[in-house]
């Protein structure tokens, strides 16, 4: 997994995975996870030393940032220590705040099932995988890639049914796929990349599924394989 300490040439970017992260994370729950986390994110972005993981402010000031009462203070940053968000690194005392720290592992558990949302590269370098290039390889304008004569497979058949509805869309993303195999129902093809086979499987499965289906209807999933 990716190393998200916030430290060093990449911290900048790292600080807007881990709000991303939990951005995409409170839009798919409902609206007590969009208050919650829109003030934890507000607080940690005015409020929070990254580099010495300390946050050290009063109930007060975070009263008046957040525009609530002291009470919903004390019941907001209970959720988010009962959450593991936050943990407390020293108690506070008479004169001395409360010292929190955040716990970057219990929040990358927590906003993982939802990095798909944002997108397959951000998911593929919040998973620690390579950045994929900026620019995809395609094919010189004007020209476009044949599919293979067909030897009897259902993806061979297949190629020649996309081929037929998209060329352009063929010649980029699916003339690199190859048969991996098929066990029962379920065809495997293999993408030259991570990058490669996350956008096809997020833009373009739904499609393949139903060219393969069309010309062996025994066929009820398409996975893709990185070689």
Same mark, same amino acid.
């Given at each position: ?32 996870? =969009? ?78 099932? =939802? ?47 996309? =081929? ?10 699916? =003339? ?14 293999q993408a030259p990349s991570k990058f490669h086979g996350a956008y096809v499987q997020t833009h373009l499965i739904a499609r393949l599924l139903r060219a393969v289906q069309a010309v062996d209807g025994d066929i009820s999933e398409v996975v893709i394989s990185v070689g």
């Amino acid at each position: 997994m990716l190393s998200l300490k916030p430290v060093g040439r990449d911290a900048s970017a790292r600080k807007y995975d881990i709000i991303t992260a939990l951005g995409a994370y409170a839009l798919a729950g409902g609206k007590h996870d =969009h208050r919650l986390v829109l003030r934890f994110v507000t607080l940690i972005t005015a409020r929070y030393n990254w580099a010495r993981n300390e946050l050290a402010v009063g109930q007060r000031e975070i009263a008046r940032l957040w525009s609530v009462d002291e009470r919903t203070v004390k019941r907001e940053m209970a959720k988010l220590r009962a959450s593991g968000w936050l943990v407390v690194k020293r108690q506070g005392a008479r004169g001395r705040v409360t010292e929190y720290g955040v716990d970057l592992d219990t929040i990358l558990e927590s906003t993982r099932a =939802h990095w798909p949302n944002v997108g397959p590269d951000f998911d593929l370098r919040m998973q620690g995988g390579p950045e994929p290039s900026k620019v995809v390889a395609l094919p010189p304008r004007g020209t476009t890639s044949t599919p293979p004569e067909p030897d009897g497979s259902e993806w061979t058949l297949a190629q020649a049914i996309l =081929h037929r509805e998209d060329p352009g869309l063929y010649s980029s993303w699916l =003339h690199n796929l190859k048969r991996d195999g098929r066990a029962g129902e379920r065809l495997t093809l293999q993408a030259p990349s991570k990058f490669h086979g996350a956008y096809v499987q997020t833009h373009l499965i739904a499609r393949l599924l139903r060219a393969v289906q069309a010309v062996d209807g025994d066929i009820s999933e398409v996975v893709i394989s990185v070689g």
